[in-house]
């Protein structure tokens, strides 16, 4: 969730008048039902803007705390008209976006145009998305008009957050429940080919890199030609330039790396299950 500082002085808007469970958080105010309309269309407007500038696909980002998720949230969403409630009724405001998206699609995509949704399976905020609230989202959007499913998560092989009696990973779950009625992309802490491979062999039909593509903008063309010992594992601020990193973004990552952040200069050696622990709290919630 944004600030009045970020957002130069307008207050934060969200389903509900809800601050975000982490320390310092702003209470936004609840939309009116006039002004989610609008948001439905101005997704829509966005979509035809990325058609008309040549892009081949757009991303509906439905996860890691955002608006579409605060709708979907129990914890943002407290509203008890249309657009909260039951698990059903926080579905309807993605479910419209999906609607307003797929209808600009129609109307002036001249060619192919990709149309995805990106998902966080669970919260740790009480109340928070649960993984079987997830699920039932999932058995819906696999019947929607878009073309994958992108799962959100700070390791392809995370079990629950909340459910320790969850032993197997979510992803295997989700895939199971999409019956191959949708194409499914996985993320998190792919740094390897191998570890790449690893997902591709279970079943995935994409696999994406987010950290290790900051570090290594040229990870799949180095695959490719069989230059794996030539992949960089970790960043420096002698690298900035090479990398098209600027300071300020540099800083941003510094500040959110170590053992209790977001590594995003780690090596291959880190602790990695603790480095995605880390990673899995900051994007579902956690300070």
């Given at each position: 969730?944004?600030?009045?500082?970020?957002?130069?002085?307008?207050?934060?808007?969200?389903?509900?008048?809800?601050?975000?469970?982490?320390?310092?958080?702003?209470?936004?105010?609840?939309?009116?039902?006039?002004?989610?309309?609008?948001?439905?269309?101005?997704?829509?407007?966005?979509?035809?803007?990325?058609?008309?500038?040549g892009f081949d696909g757009?991303?509906?980002?439905?996860?890691?705390?955002?608006?579409?998720?605060?709708?979907?949230?129990?914890?943002?969403?407290?509203?008890?008209?249309?657009?909260?409630?039951?698990?059903?009724?926080?579905?309807?405001?993605?479910?419209?976006?999906?609607?307003?998206?797929?209808?600009?699609?129609?109307?002036?995509?001249?060619?192919?145009?990709?149309?995805?949704?990106?998902?966080?399976?669970?919260?740790?905020?009480?109340?928070?998305?649960?993984?079987?609230?997830?699920?039932?989202?999932?058995?819906?959007?696999?019947?929607?008009?878009?073309?994958?499913?992108?799962?959100?998560?700070?390791?392809?092989?995370?079990?629950?957050?909340?459910?320790?009696?969850?032993?197997?990973?979510?992803?295997?779950?989700?895939?199971?429940?999409?019956?191959?009625?949708?194409?499914?992309?996985?993320?998190?802490?792919?740094?390897?080919?191998?570890?790449?491979?690893?997902?591709?062999?279970?079943?995935?039909?994409?696999?994406?890199?987010?950290?290790?593509?900051?570090?290594?903008?040229?990870?799949?063309?180095?695959?490719?030609?069989?230059?794996?010992t030539a992949i960089r594992?970790?960043?420096?601020?002698?690298?900035?330039?090479?990398?098209?990193?600027?300071?300020?973004?540099?800083?941003?990552?510094?500040?959110?790396?170590?053992?209790?952040?977001?590594?995003?200069?780690?090596?291959?050696?880190?602790?990695?299950?603790?480095?995605?622990?880390?990673?899995?709290?900051?994007?579902?919630?956690?300070?």
């Open positions: 969730m944004s600030s009045t500082a970020i957002l130069r002085g307008q207050q934060p808007v969200s389903a509900s008048a809800v601050a975000a469970a982490r320390t310092g958080s702003e209470v936004p105010r609840a939309l009116s039902d006039e002004e989610i309309k609008q948001t439905i269309k101005d997704f829509g407007s966005a979509v035809r803007r990325a058609i008309t500038a757009v991303e509906i980002h439905g996860a890691n705390t955002y608006l579409i998720q605060q709708f979907f949230s129990p914890h943002s969403n407290r509203r008890t008209d249309h657009w909260g409630g039951s698990v059903e009724k926080r579905m309807n405001f993605p479910l419209e976006v999906i609607k307003e998206c797929k209808s600009v699609v129609d109307q002036y995509a001249t060619r192919p145009f990709i149309l995805g949704y990106r998902i966080s399976p669970e919260e740790i905020e009480k109340p928070g998305i649960q993984f079987e609230d997830t699920l039932r989202f999932v058995d819906v959007l696999k019947d929607q008009p878009i073309d994958y499913l992108h799962v959100s998560m700070g390791n392809v092989w995370r079990k629950s957050l909340t459910d320790k009696t969850v032993t197997t990973p979510l992803n295997e779950t989700i895939k199971t429940h999409l019956d191959g009625k949708l194409p499914m992309i996985v993320v998190g802490d792919v740094q390897t080919p191998d570890d790449a491979e690893k997902a591709s062999s279970a079943g995935f039909e994409l696999v994406a890199l987010g950290r290790q593509s900051i570090r290594e903008p040229r990870w799949v063309q180095k695959v490719i030609h069989g230059d794996e594992y970790s960043i420096s601020p002698d690298d900035l330039d090479e990398l098209g990193i600027k300071r300020p973004f540099f800083d941003i990552l510094m500040l959110l790396s170590g053992p209790t952040g977001i590594p995003l200069s780690n090596s291959q050696t880190t602790d990695r299950d603790n480095a995605n622990a880390a990673l899995d709290h900051f994007l579902s919630g956690g300070k």
